[in-house]
């Protein structure tokens, strides 16, 4: 019995190990990643909803997931960005309530 414990408890070990090894190297790239999203953001001036859009789209352009996959999936990536511009015009130009609402549906058609 104490050698059939004492592999369990080894093998515990070695998993622990090799997920105390591995979750920094993630962690420290995706500081990384954050802290350039963050500083282009800070050099363009980027505030409050505007920098929300860009500090999603910064970070998510580094995970290969996040990348399309098809036709349908990218068609699809397009129309968000396209709405998140129209969604900033709609912005720059005070629109507000319903008028705001066409105003983003109409320009996202486009």
């Given amino acids: 019995m104490p050698n059939i ?58 995970a290969p997931s996040a990348q399309p996959t098809s036709a349908e999936d990218s068609k699809s990536a397009s129309l968000q960005e396209r709405r998140k511009q129209c969604r900033a015009d709609a912005k720059e130009k005070a629109l507000k309530g319903d008028e705001r609402k066409a105003f983003v549906a109409e320009c996202a058609k486009a």
Avoid at 43 to 49: A, I, N, R, S, T
């Fill in 5 to 62: 414990h004492r592999a369990v408890t080894l093998s515990l070990g070695t998993t622990l190990l090799s997920c105390i090894l591995v979750t920094p190297a993630h962690a420290g790239a995706q500081q990384d990643k954050m802290r350039a999203c963050n500083k282009e953001a800070r050099e363009k001036g980027l505030k409050k909803d505007e920098r929300k859009a860009f500090m999603s789209s910064c970070l998510s352009s580094a």
